[in-house]
C-alpha cells in the first residue's frame, strides 16, 4: 500500500513538472518576442502546478525548484522596461489580476522584487505589502514555500545600514519589523502542519515536518545578517519577538529547533548579555522540548566564547553568567517534573563544564554545582541507569581533568556525597579514577585530613560495600584495584614526622575494614610507609625532647605489631613473619633490642604455630637465619635463645637436604665478619659437622630407598661452606678437616657411578679449581691454602 502512495507521488511530480516545461516553453517563446501578457499568462498557468496538495514535502520541493528557476528568468524580463514596455507600478497592479491567487502572489513577490530595485518606491511600503498580502495563502505547505520565496528574492533588498535601500525614510527597524512578520506568520504555516494528516500518520507528518524546519530558520539567518541589528536593538526587539513565537506556538519540535537557531546563529556577546532573557524562556517551553540539549549547547558556546577571548571574562561576571544559568537549570528541572535523572545529571555536566572552563578559580561555583547534584540525587536508591552513572563519573571526573591535582578536588565538600549516590561498581571505577589521576600527575597526598577525605572517596576499593559479595568480583580486577590501592599508600607522604604518622594512622584505620582478602595487599605498604619513617626517625628515642615528641620509633614499632598481627590471624603467616623481620631489621637499625625482641618472637611464634607447608617452612627459616645474621643490637643471652631457636627449627624441617642447608646456613649466626661481630669458631663447626652427619643420612636414606646414594652435592655446598670460614681465618676449620671432606666426596662419587649427576660433578670440579687457584696465587692465603691437596 505504502509502495502504491509512492508510485502515485511519483506520478503527480511527473505531471507537474512536465506542466510546468509545457507552460515554461510558450512563456520563453513569449519572452523572447517581448510579449507581456503571453508570458504573464503562461507564467501563471506554470506558477498553478504549485497549487497541488498531493505531494510531499520532498517532492514538492522539486516541482518549487523547477517553477523557482523559471521565475528568476521571468524576473529578468520584467527588470528591463524596454522589453515589455510597462512602467514597473503598473506591471505591479497588472500581475495583481492573475486568476489564482497563488501564481498572483508568487509574481507579485518577483514583481515586487523589481519595485523595490527601482526604488520608485519606498522598501517598506512594498515589503510591507508583500508580506501582509501572503496572508492569502493559509496551505501550510503552500504558504511555507510562497514566504520562502519571498525572504529569498527580498533578502539582498532590505533596508539595512550602508545598504543603497536605506534612507528616505527606510530603516533597519523596518528590515527587522519584515523579517519578524515573515517569520512569524511561516511559524505558524509550520506548526499547523502536524494537522494536515490523519493522526495514523503523525509519526509520518513529523518527518516531513521537520525537512522544512530550516525554511522557517532561514528568516533567523537572514536576521543575524542585518548590519544594523545591534545589542540594543537585539535585546529590546529581536530577542522578545522571536521568543514569543516560540513559547506561543506550544510544539514541541518548533520549540526545540527554533531554541538551537537563536543560539547557534546570533553572536556569543548578545547571548552573554541577554542570558536572562533568553534563560527565563526555558522553563516555558514544552515538557517533552530537550531542553537539556539546548542549553548545553548554549554553555558551550559561552564556555568556547570565554577560551577564545578571556579579556571577556570580567563581563561574564558582571552579568553572572553562572548564577543565572545555575538558576535556570533549577527551574527547567522543578518545571519538567517528569524528566529523567539522567537529563538533569546531563544539565549539571554542562554546567560544570562551562564553570572549569570560564571560572576555573571559583571552587565554590564547582562545589554548588555538585551540591544542586547531590540535591537531586537525595532521596532517591542508587543509580541504576547505566546512561545517568556515565554522566556522574563524567561529573566527577571533570575537576579531577581540569585541575590536574586531587588535592583540589578533596576540598569540594559535595564531591564525595555525589559519589555515594553510585552503584557499588561505578564507585569502584570512579575510584579507579581518582587512584589514577592522583599516580599520572605524581601528586602528594600531604595531610590526613584530606587523606581522610580521598580514603572516604574511594571507600569502594578499601572495603566491601553493602550488597556486594566477594564471589561476583572478578580475581584479577580486584587484584588491580588492590594494587592500585597499594600503590597509592605509597603516594602520601608528609616532611613533618607528627603528620606522617597522622596519616599512616588514619590510612590504617581504614585499610583495617578492608577484610581478609584485602589486607595481604594493603598491609605491606602501610608497613613500609611507617618503616620509612621510622629511619628518619632514627636515634629519637634516647633524646628527651624525642620522648615527648608523639612521632617516636617505639610508638610506631608498637602501631605496627598490632596491624601485622591482623595479618597473621586471617590466616597470612608467611607474610606476617617477613614483615616482622622487616620490623626487627628496623628495631635493630634504632638499637631498640626489647622491641627487636619482641618481633622475632612473634616470627618465631608464627613459624611454629602457623606455618605448615614444608616448603613455606624452608623459606621461612632461611630468612630467619638472614635477618638474625645482620643483627647487632642483641646481648649475648638474648642472640643465644634465638639462635637456638633457629639452629633447633633447621635440624627439625621435613627433607633431609632442607635440613642440611638450614643448619650449615646456621654457621653464619656464629661467625659475624664485622668488626665488633661475633666470631664462635667452635659453635660454626659444630653447625658444619651436624650438616654433614645429616648430608651422610640423606645419602643413605637415598641409598635404600633407590639402591643408590645419590648426587654428593650436599657435600660439596658444606665444602664451600667450610672454604668460606677458612679462609675467613676460623681457627677450627683447618686444612686437615677439608682435605678430608675433599677426600669423602671423592670416596662417594667412585662408590656411586650409577647416578652420575653432571651438575654436583661439574660444582666440585669448580671446587677444586678455585682452590688450585688459591695455591696458585701465593701469599698469605696461598700459604693457608698449600697443605690441601687435590
Not at 566527577?396 to 585541575?403: F, M, N
Not at 597522622?502 to 598491609?523: A, D, E, N, Q, Y
Request: with cysteine.
Amino acid at each position: 500500500m505504502i509502495s502504491d502512495g509512492i508510485e502515485d507521488e511519483e506520478k503527480w511530480l511527473a505531471e507537474g513538472i512536465a506542466g510546468i516545461q509545457h507552460n515554461a516553453f510558450y512563456m520563453h517563446r513569449a519572452l523572447d518576442s517581448n510579449n507581456l501578457r503571453e508570458a504573464l499568462k503562461y507564467s501563471s498557468q506554470l506558477l498553478s502546478e504549485l497549487r497541488t496538495s498531493r505531494l510531499s514535502p520532498h517532492k514538492y520541493y522539486d516541482l518549487y525548484m523547477r517553477a523557482f528557476d523559471e521565475l528568476r528568468r521571468l524576473e529578468m524580463f520584467f527588470k528591463d522596461e524596454d522589453k515589455h514596455g510597462c512602467s514597473v507600478v503598473d506591471l505591479y497592479e497588472l500581475v495583481q489580476h492573475a486568476g489564482n491567487i497563488l501564481p498572483r502572489l508568487y509574481l507579485l513577490c518577483t514583481v515586487g522584487s523589481v519595485y523595490i530595485k527601482s526604488k520608485e518606491a519606498p522598501a517598506k511600503d512594498v515589503l510591507k505589502d508583500l508580506v501582509e498580502m501572503c496572508r492569502g495563502v493559509q496551505h501550510p505547505l503552500r504558504g511555507l514555500f510562497l514566504r520562502s520565496y519571498l525572504a529569498q528574492v527580498s533578502r539582498d533588498k532590505l533596508p539595512d545600514i550602508g545598504s543603497e535601500y536605506e534612507g528616505d525614510g527606510d530603516t533597519v527597524n523596518d528590515a527587522v519589523e519584515f523579517v519578524l512578520q515573515n517569520f512569524a506568520e511561516m511559524n505558524k504555516l509550520w506548526v499547523r502542519m502536524q494537522h494536515q494528516g490523519p493522526i495514523m500518520v503523525k509519526d509520518k507528518l513529523e518527518k516531513e515536518r521537520n525537512e522544512l524546519r530550516d525554511l522557517v530558520g532561514k528568516n533567523l539567518h537572514v536576521l543575524s545578517q542585518i548590519e544594523g541589528v545591534d545589542l540594543e536593538m537585539y535585546k529590546d526587539t529581536v530577542l522578545p519577538r522571536v521568543l514569543e513565537q516560540v513559547v506561543n506556538c506550544k510544539d514541541e519540535l518548533a520549540q526545540y529547533y527554533l531554541m538551537d537557531c537563536i543560539i547557534q546563529v546570533f553572536p556569543d556577546e548578545y547571548h552573554l548579555q541577554t542570558l536572562e532573557i533568553l534563560l527565563g524562556a526555558c522553563p516555558q517551553l514544552q515538557p517533552t522540548v530537550d531542553v537539556k540539549t539546548v542549553l548545553s549547547q548554549l554553555m558551550e558556546r559561552l564556555s568556547n566564547y570565554a577560551a577564545s577571548s578571556p579579556e571577556v571574562l570580567p563581563e561574564f561576571l558582571q552579568v553572572e553568567a553562572f548564577t543565572k544559568l545555575s538558576s535556570a537549570i533549577g527551574k527547567v528541572i522543578a518545571a519538567q517534573v517528569d524528566m529523567p535523572i539522567v537529563g538533569a545529571i546531563t544539565l549539571y555536566v554542562s554546567l560544570l563544564t562551562f564553570t572549569l572552563r570560564v571560572h576555573p578559580d571559583r571552587l565554590d561555583y564547582v562545589d554548588q554545582v555538585l551540591g544542586a547534584c547531590v540535591k537531586k540525587l537525595s532521596g532517591k536508591a542508587k543509580l541504576e541507569d547505566s546512561k545517568a552513572t556515565k554522566q556522574v563519573v563524567a561529573l566527577l571526573s571533570a575537576p579531577l581533568e581540569k585541575y590536574s591535582d586531587i588535592v583540589t578536588a578533596l576540598t569540594l565538600s559535595n564531591y564525595p556525597r555525589v559519589m555515594d549516590h553510585l552503584d557499588n561498581g561505578t564507585n569502584k571505577v570512579m575510584a579507579m579514577v581518582i587512584i589514577q589521576s592522583i599516580m599520572k600527575n605524581n601528586t602528594r597526598v600531604s595531610t590526613a585530613e584530606k587523606v581522610e577525605v580521598l580514603f572516604e572517596l574511594i571507600k569502594g576499593l578499601i572495603k566491601d560495600l553493602d550488597g556486594t559479595p566477594m564471589d561476583e568480583l572478578d580475581e584479577e580486577d580486584f587484584k588491580e584495584e588492590q594494587n592500585s590501592v597499594a600503590r597509592l599508600i605509597h603516594m602520601l607522604y608528609n616532611d613533618d614526622p607528627e603528620e606522617m604518622l597522622k596519616i599512616i594512622c588514619t590510612v590504617r584505620k581504614h585499610i583495617m575494614t578492608g577484610g581478609s582478602t584485602r589486607l595481604p595487599f594493603t598491609i605491606p605498604p602501610l608497613v613500609f610507609s611507617a618503616l620509612k619513617l621510622v629511619r628518619r626517625l632514627q636515634g629519637q628515642d634516647g633524646d628527651v625532647a624525642g620522648e615527648e615528641d608523639p612521632a617516636t620509633p617505639k610508638k610506631i614499632f608498637q602501631l605496627l605489631n598490632q596491624t601485622i598481627e591482623s595479618l597473621s590471624s586471617i590466616p597470612f603467616p608467611e607474610l606476617a613473619l617477613r614483615l616482622y623481620l622487616q620490623c626487627a631489621e628496623a628495631a635493630n637499625d634504632c638499637d631498640i633490642e626489647p622491641v627487636a625482641y619482641e618481633f622475632f618472637t612473634q616470627a618465631f611464634v608464627l613459624y611454629e604455630e602457623e606455618v605448615a607447608d614444608s616448603k613455606a617452612q624452608v623459606t621461612a627459616i632461611h630468612l630467619i637465619i638472614g635477618t638474625l645474621q645482620k643483627m647487632n643490637v642483641f646481648g649475648v643471652e638474648n642472640r643465644d635463645t634465638l639462635t637456638h631457636k633457629a639452629t633447633g627449627y633447621s635440624a627439625k624441617l621435613l627433607k633431609k637436604p632442607d635440613q642440611c642447608r638450614a643448619v650449615y646456613a646456621c654457621s653464619h649466626l656464629f661467625w659475624v665478619d664485622d668488626q665488633d661481630g661475633i666470631k664462635d669458631g667452635e659453635r660454626v663447626l659444630l653447625c658444619l659437622k651436624r650438616s654433614l652427619r645429616i648430608a651422610n643420612a640423606a645419602q643413605q636414606m637415598a641409598n635404600v630407598t633407590r639402591g643408590s646414594s645419590g648426587p654428593v652435592t650436599l657435600f660439596v655446598e658444606i665444602l664451600n661452606k667450610y672454604l668460606y670460614f677458612f679462609e675467613k681465618g676460623n681457627p677450627q676449620i683447618t686444612s686437615a678437616a677439608i682435605q678430608g671432606l675433599i677426600e669423602l666426596i671423592r670416596t662417594e662419587m667412585q662408590n656411586d657411578t650409577s647416578t652420575t649427576d653432571p651438575a654436583s660433578d661439574a660444582f666440585f670440579a669448580s671446587t677444586l679449581r678455585y682452590i688450585e687457584f688459591q695455591k696458585q696465587k701465593g701469599g698469605a692465603m696461598g700459604e693457608k691454602y698449600d697443605p690441601i691437596k687435590v
